[in-house]
């Protein structure tokens, strides 16, 4: 099982936390919903919660909730900025499909 991120994605990550002064890396997840069955739920965590997986890349921790873990397992963590849109992007190996909006996948 693993979860890695780009150079991109771990320099926003550490400039965000230092910037908000806690925390100690970034919670991924997925959830139920939209066209296609799952979207991601990604927020800064200031510790693991009871269940989390733990994954280090780059000097950044990655927790993941046990319900997500086999969903997410291969993702890589991107962070792109275009213009003045910045988001975080994911390559997830498990994805069969995405919505025509992009919001969504299912596996």
Known sequence: MS???TDSAATRVKSFLAAR???MGLRLGVRKTGCSGFAYVINYADGPEP????YEDRGVQVFVDAA?????DGTIVD???????????FRNPNVKGECGC???FSV
């Open 21 to 23: 002064g806690r925390g």
């Open 102 to 104: 992009g919001e969504s």
């Open 51 to 54: 269940g989390d997986a733990v």
């Open 68 to 72: 997500s873990v086999t969903l997410l």
């Open 3 to 5: 979860i890695s991120l």
């Open 79 to 89: 962070f792109v900025k275009q213009g003045l849109n910045e988001a975080f992007r």
